[in-house]
């Protein structure tokens, strides 16, 4: 059974909730006029689209379209429903929702993701209590002390250790009556041959992997001597998915917002050394090239990144699969460590300060890939060859010509061959690579501007007088777009008075594709008087008269050549009747 969440509820979490601060935990806004604008975390842009009406507590795209209020937020960036959406906000914000269980079905108190991040954050104090437990613990404890990981970042990290049972988790979580079936569809458990199940998680340190929210979507779990798996990570799960997830940010996103830098590591124990040395703009990989939806999460705190890489094979391999990113607006830089160290070892032995120093000195992505090659092949005739085809394959993969120009650019200035010769062969390239990111832009409306604004003067301007001159002059039964009369009477039938309440799409429409329209017409930059409200109107009115004159002189002309007199008698008075309400508009009266 669905679970309702009372609509007073909902409208004192969307009370409490202001929009461009929670927009702001994932996007860099700016001020601009009345509204934010920022880089929209929806789809890749390299210009700001994406724009945010404090007044209003809306957001529209003017790039992909998406736009809505805080609930529509969150559940479009996080991939959650609308009552996960209000739940986390209510705890965010201290109100209570209550629960109703009315009966036995509907003691189903959360949705399925719901249940996975509860049963998760179980398994994480599960996993914690065992590592800080002097008897159970000891062993895992003393690894972490000998990794120099401090007590205080193990409470911090929520750290843990899975026991070397086979069932020490599943019989836990099956004390607190969670259903089998669950703990597997959370990843952390298996099913055997004989039909049962046995923990995933066994005699290793346990990292919990949490998302921007810090709400626990899975864990990874490192063996303490040289067995293998290493590191072994919970599969995709219905709350979890490797491509979309970067171990820390719950943790490290603030800071990567005030140093306008992150670095990104490739695991946790990489993670925790940058910490435990006070660095803590970080974030780490899991065990997954850098992809499109990381840098979509990230990008709203940091546009400028650094990958760090222990050796130039690595850090080669990594910056290839990573070309994809200069078309999202990152300033992506990479950072290979001396040989022989990782970011642990390299902050033990030279200490944050040094690392720093290198990080400033870390070479731009199309930098480094075209030194490497030139090192790599040589400035000869065949090793410039070499070069040219190597680096062809990324830059065929920027999709933005003006970048990828000025790489050609400065390719051609490194190995001496003419831009167009290096051009002709990235071309070549293009026509036999796949497309880029695609982002689906709804398709222009065609209708009168005039209508246009008279909707956004009923959203922006709703006044009560101005309301009743639109329903008393049929202003509505005017509009020639089906599209904005069907809005725009469902927002004089919606319409909200009480400037002291929240803007509530919901109420007006529950239609998704309306609801955007009504957000973008929302946010446009208009500025709205009595008068001026009452001088559109009229020049509408007008306007739509003069169309319906001159539809009815043409039937009026028809009707008299086939001498029908009955019909020509109703259009006469029709006549008679738009002339009088024309009269009426230019004198700024009602009809």
Same mark, same amino acid.
Request: glycine share 8%; charged share 30%.
């Given at each position: ?271 925790? +050394?940058? !910490?435990? /040395?006070?660095? &803590? %703009?970080? *974030? ?5 090239? =850098?992809? #499109? ?26 910056? +290839?699969? !990573?070309? /994809?990113?200069? &078309? %999202?607006? *990152? ?5 290979? =460590?001396? #040989? ?252």
């Amino acid at each position: 059974m669905a679970i309702i969440i009372p609509e007073d509820k909902v409208a004192d979490v969307k009370n409490a909730a202001d929009i461009v601060d929670i927009v702001s935990e994932s996007v860099i806004l700016k001020k601009a006029g009345k509204n934010y604008v920022g880089l929209c975390p929806f789809h890749s842009e390299k210009t700001p689209s994406f724009s945010v009406n404090a007044d209003k507590q809306i957001y529209h795209c003017f790039g992909c379209g998406v736009g809505g209020d805080v609930i529509s937020f969150i559940m479009e960036s996080d991939g959650i429903s609308f009552t996960e959406t209000v739940r986390k906000l209510a705890a965010k914000y201290g109100i209570e929702i209550p629960d109703r269980q009315t009966s036995a079905s509907g003691k189903r108190e959360y949705s399925e993701r719901e249940k996975l991040f509860t049963i998760n954050k179980l398994a994480r104090d599960y996993f914690h209590s065992q590592l800080i437990d002097n008897n159970t613990g000891k062993n895992a404890l003393g690894y972490l002390e000998r990794r120099g990981i401090t007590r205080q970042i193990v409470d911090n990290f929520s750290l843990g250790y899975a026991p070397p049972g086979w069932e020490g988790l599943k019989r836990f979580l099956s004390g607190k009556r969670v259903p089998e079936s669950l703990i597997e569809k959370a990843g952390l458990i298996i099913s055997n041959q004989r039909g049962g199940f046995y923990d995933r998680f066994r005699n290793r340190v346990i990292f919990p992997i949490c998302d921007a929210g810090a709400r626990v979507t899975g864990f990874g779990g490192r063996v303490m001597d040289d067995s293998m798996p290493k590191y072994l990570n919970s599969p995709e799960t219905p709350v979890y998915s490797k491509s979309r997830s970067l171990y820390g940010l719950h943790m490290t996103k603030q800071r990567c917002r005030q140093e306008g830098m992150a670095y990104i590591v490739e695991g946790y124990m990489d993670l925790l +050394a940058l !910490c435990r /040395h006070g660095i &803590n %703009n970080v *974030v780490a990989t899991l065990g997954t090239a =850098l992809t #499109q939806e990381h840098v979509l999460i990230l990008k709203g705190h940091s546009r400028k990144v650094t990958l760090v890489y222990d050796s130039d094979e690595a850090g080669i391999k990594a910056a +290839a699969r !990573c070309v /994809h990113i200069l &078309n %999202n607006d *990152v300033e992506p830089r990479i950072l290979v =460590l001396s #040989q022989g160290f990782d970011p642990d070892s390299y902050l033990s032995e030279f200490g944050p300060e040094a690392f720093k120093k290198e990080a400033g000195s870390a070479m731009g992505l199309m930098d480094f890939l075209t030194d490497f090659a030139v090192k790599n092949y040589g400035l000869s005739v065949d090793g410039i060859m070499n070069v040219i085809s190597e680096m062809k394959i990324h830059l065929a993969r920027i999709d933005d010509k003006v970048k990828r120009s000025l790489y050609i650019k400065k390719l051609s200035e490194t190995i001496g061959v003419d831009e167009a010769a290096i051009l002709e062969k990235v071309r070549e390239e293009c026509g036999r690579k796949s497309g880029g990111m695609k982002v689906n832009v709804p398709e222009k409306q065609k209708w009168s501007r005039m209508e246009e604004s008279i909707l956004v003067m009923m959203l922006q301007f709703p006044d009560p007088d101005i309301m009743g001159e639109i329903k008393k002059r049929k202003v509505l039964y005017r509009f020639k777009s089906e599209t904005l009369k069907a809005i725009g009477q469902k927002v004089i039938d919606n319409t909200n008075t009480d400037a002291s309440k929240p803007f509530d799409l919901r109420m007006i429409t529950q239609d998704r594709e309306e609801q955007r329209l009504i957000v973008s017409l929302s946010v446009k930059e208009y500025r709205w008087d009595y008068e001026g409200c009452r001088s559109l109107l009229n020049q509408f009115m007008s306007s739509s008269s003069i169309r319906d004159d001159r539809l009815l002189d043409i039937e009026i002309q028809v009707a008299e050549e086939k001498n029908d007199q009955e019909t020509l008698i109703k259009l006469l008075e029709e006549k008679q009747r738009l002339v009088k309400e024309k009269y009426t508009a230019l004198k700024g009266g009602y009809s």
